[in-house]
């Protein structure tokens, strides 16, 4: 991703990000991607007494079935709920699940390039503040506005040389070049 960035926005990073990992990415990067996460060892250490054996349990029927740990996006807070799932997806075939991981994983990748963008944004936000330096009112206001007329306005052009414009006239009668 990195070769490809800069990216023209979130959409299109997320969509080239999605292209790479389920049409570019081997099944060895998805399994280490897997390797990462700690779901079941994190909702046991938040689990209610009751559940904890029976996470550890589908934990590793989940690891020995699959070859990976178990990825999930479930808040690991909602260890009833991460129960229910484990279980459920132990009954699925090899393919099924790797699908169905990979899905569960590429959201972790998602809100990382999310988190990125925001970060990335405002920084280059703070870049361009920076860059404006310090905002001080205009000190020619005054002079370029003289106090005896109010039909005339004037302006500084690229040159910085003073022009004067009457509202009343054409732009024929005010010789604009």
Known sequence: MQEASPFSSLEHGISFARDLWFNNSSIRAWLGAFSAHRHIGTAISRAPTELISDLCQFGAKYRKKFGFEFVTITDARHSHKIMEEVKARCE???LVELEF????EFYFIERRLTKLWERLSQEEFQEETE???EIVPDSLEEELMPSNSSDEVFW???KATMRSYDLNKTPDENQIE
């Open 92 to 94: 699925n075939n090899l």
């Open 101 to 104: 991981a990979a899905r569960e």
């Open 156 to 158: 500084t052009g690229d």
């Open 131 to 133: 860059d404006l330096g």
